[in-house]
T-cell receptor
């Protein structure tokens, strides 16, 4: 398996522009997570899905952020309009159906977003 | 706020020495995990310890868990330059699939 695939790896955009980050989870994994990493706040959970259904979006900063998972092999995180404070590395991770109570995440390489 | 806080924030050692990192957390957990992140990369799972376990080994890694103190430690023995990375603890909780990550320890192993 190619692992969790994220695109783009790097994006530089101007304030006010729409940003769309994409993620392809590992086949067979039924959970998908979006995290954001910054120096100041560390790794923050934004939202996670189970079987394509959003389970917890309490970490989504505000209405400018939205996430979708139209099918088991694809998810998007959209920021509209983007602001400089959204600059961060955004990670997608997936995990398989829970076995023995353990939930091990496999992370993608991340999408580094810079908003000027 | 971060569920887990790690110390030290940064650690610099020589190759061959042992590295110990500590993690504290706030709420009840089912499991505690440790992940590694190389610069510019995603996190990689290293080891998992369940709440009813006290110690676990995997190769050069040794993890301990003290649920009464809500703390865990990760020991890397005989460190190598390739161990240079950031290390994060992560916890889950009852009814919650998502992991909450600590603030991380940056480890530098000098060759």
């Amino acid at each position: 398996d190619a692992g969790v695939i994220q695109s783009p790896r790097h994006e530089v955009t101007e304030m006010g522009q729409e940003v769309t980050l994409r993620c392809k989870p590992i086949s067979g994994h039924d959970y998908l997570f979006w995290y954001r990493q910054t120096m100041m706040r560390g790794l923050e959970l934004l939202i996670y899905f189970n079987n394509n259904v959003p389970i917890d979006d309490s970490g989504m900063p505000e209405d400018r952020f939205s996430a979708k998972m139209p099918n088991a092999s694809f998810s998007t995180l959209k920021i509209q309009p983007s602001e400089p404070r959204d600059s961060a590395v955004y990670f997608c991770a997936s995990s398989p159906p829970q076995t023995g109570g353990a939930n091990v995440l496999t992370f993608g390489a991340g999408s580094r977003l810079t908003v000027l | 706020s971060q569920q887990g806080e790690e110390d030290p924030q940064a650690l610099s050692i020589q190759e061959g020495e042992n590295a110990t990192m500590n993690c504290s957390y706030k709420t009840s957990i089912n499991n505690l995990q440790w992940y590694r992140q190389n610069s510019g990369r995603g996190l990689v799972h290293l080891i998992l310890i369940r709440s009813n376990e006290r110690e676990k080994h995997s190769g050069r890694l040794r993890v301990t868990l003290d649920t009464s103190k809500k703390s865990s430690s990760l020991l890397i023995t005989a460190s190598r330059a390739a161990d240079t990375a950031s290390y994060f603890c992560a916890t889950d909780g009852t009814g919650r699939r998502a992991l909450t990550f600590g603030s991380g320890t940056r480890l530098q192993v000098q060759p």
